[in-house]
């Protein structure tokens, strides 16, 4: 069984900064590419942003310059440090990982997320 978790969340005031982290726990033999994704009220969930196993990474043009992601391959975990926020941030952020078990079998998974309010 393997298991996201995220966490991190909270309220910020506009222009702040908030790191989200996202550890993988359970029967793994290694985490692979990962995603933050993000979901506001009554929208999609649309991509904020991947990171290979290398640390390659990709980034939506609303949060290019202000985020980042980063992963410690050692502790399954990566993080999303998020600078300037502004309103239009506030979402719950879901990190998705493809996964490899002991026994080697490739899993798609996805944390429960994490909500995310800027206001002040």
């Known amino acids: 069984q393997v298991q996201l978790v995220e966490s991190g969340g909270g309220l910020v005031d506009p222009g702040g900064s908030l790191a989200l982290s996202c550890v993988a726990s359970?029967?793994?033999?290694?985490?692979?590419?990962v995603g933050w994704y993000r979901q506001a009220p009554g929208n999609r969930r649309d991509l904020v942003a991947t990171?290979?196993?290398?640390?390659?990474?990709t980034y939506a043009d609303s949060v290019k310059g202000r985020f980042t992601v980063f992963r410690d391959n050692v502790k399954n975990t990566v993080w999303l440090q998020m600078n300037s926020l502004g309103p239009e941030d506030t979402a719950v952020y879901y990190c998705?990982?493809?996964?490899?078990?002991?026994?080697?079998?490739?899993?798609?998974?996805w944390g429960k997320g994490t909500l995310v309010t800027v206001s002040r």
């Open positions: 998705n990982a493809r996964v490899i078990d002991r026994d080697l079998r490739s899993e798609d998974i």
């Open positions: 359970g029967d793994i033999f290694r985490v692979d590419d």
């Open positions: 990171i290979t196993r290398a640390s390659i990474t």
